[in-house]
């Protein structure tokens, strides 16, 4: 009698790797977290809340039933060992990419997009990011450390180039980094008309988009490592991620995710709506 048992990956990313387009990572690291450790949890915690979504979404009005998905599962990371965990992050990407599939990495703090972001350009040499972010993450070094999640735009932005960072949702940073960004002219609103604009100015290039989920207000929100009043509703992320569809995404991260500070686990279910939407947002056309 074969028994059925409760799948370990994300709802519907059961797919075997070869005959998906789709795949999902998770990226366990958390070593430069700055005030709340924790979100090497993330990934796994996204998992395991996802079985208590449906698999469609009411907003797009699409299935993920309808897709092929492989969740590769965790990287097993060395803890303390930030550039061995780096490195492990950037051979799985490669390996995704050598088989021309469409890369979605959960984190993890939000240090792990550097690495995926640096194999991406080899492929996409006109790459441009979209942050989806509280926080600008635009420091050049952060109490001595060059390498952080709080340098690690600032990093993509020296990978990339001036005039390859839109940044959307950002409301705290340093007086220094908000010079940087008007000068680069990087941060943008997300009202409508902005938005609809930046469709415009990127359609034609490949987009990546990294989303950390202190972008949410914590009040909706509050299980993630550097929580920022003032942020976006659920609602608003919905429509920000419509907004975007037009354009062409090579690949996503979902980050910062920190789950045990949120004991009524509504964090973690929000996480897992939100990687939903955005699959079937930017996964579903077969040119991405």
């Known amino acids: 009698m074969k028994l059925p048992f409760i799948e370990q990956n994300f709802i519907s990313a059961s797919a075997p790797f070869k005959e998906s387009r ?43 039933g309808e897709m092929r998905i492989h969740d590769m599962g965790d990287l097993e990371l060395p803890l ?20 021309k599939k469409f890369p979605i990495s959960l984190g993890g703090d939000h240090l792990i997009t550097l690495p ?10 006109d790459l441009h990011l979209v942050q989806i972010d509280a926080h600008a993450d635009l420091r050049e070094e952060y109490l001595g450390e060059t390498i952080s999640h709080s340098t690690v735009i600032r990093r993509v932005v020296d990978l ?22 008007k000068k680069i002219k990087s941060i ?14 990127l359609r034609n290039r490949p987009v990546y988009i990294t989303l950390d989920l202190d972008v949410i207000d914590p009040s909706l929100l509050p299980g993630v ?3 920022e009043p003032g942020g976006l509703t659920f609602r608003d992320l919905i429509s920000l991620l419509e907004e975007l569809q037009p354009l062409h995404i090579v690949g996503f991260d979902l980050v910062e995710l920190t789950p045990d ?19 079937l947002a930017f996964a579903r056309n077969p040119k991405h």
């Open 22 to 64: 789709i795949i999902l990572l998770g990226c366990p690291y958390d070593g430069s977290s700055s005030f709340r450790p924790g979100a090497r949890f993330g990934p796994s915690a996204i998992r395991k809340a996802s079985w208590g979504i449906e698999t469609f979404s009411p907003y797009f009005e699409r299935d993920l």
């Open 80 to 99: 303390g060992e930030k550039e061995a965990s780096l490195r492990s992050v950037r051979k799985a990407i490669r390996k995704i990419l050598s088989e």
């Open 116 to 125: 995926i972001i640096d194999e991406i350009r080899r492929i996409h040499p």
């Open 160 to 181: 990339l180039g001036n005039g390859k960072l839109t940044q959307l949702g950002v409301r705290s940073g340093t007086e220094e980094e908000f010079r940087f960004a």
């Open 188 to 201: 943008v609103s997300t009202d409508r008309k902005s938005l609809r604009a930046l469709v415009r100015r």
């Open 225 to 227: 490592g550097t929580p």
């Open 261 to 279: 500070y949120d004991p009524t686990q509504v964090s973690s279910l929000t996480a897992s709506v939100i990687l939903r939407e955005m699959i």
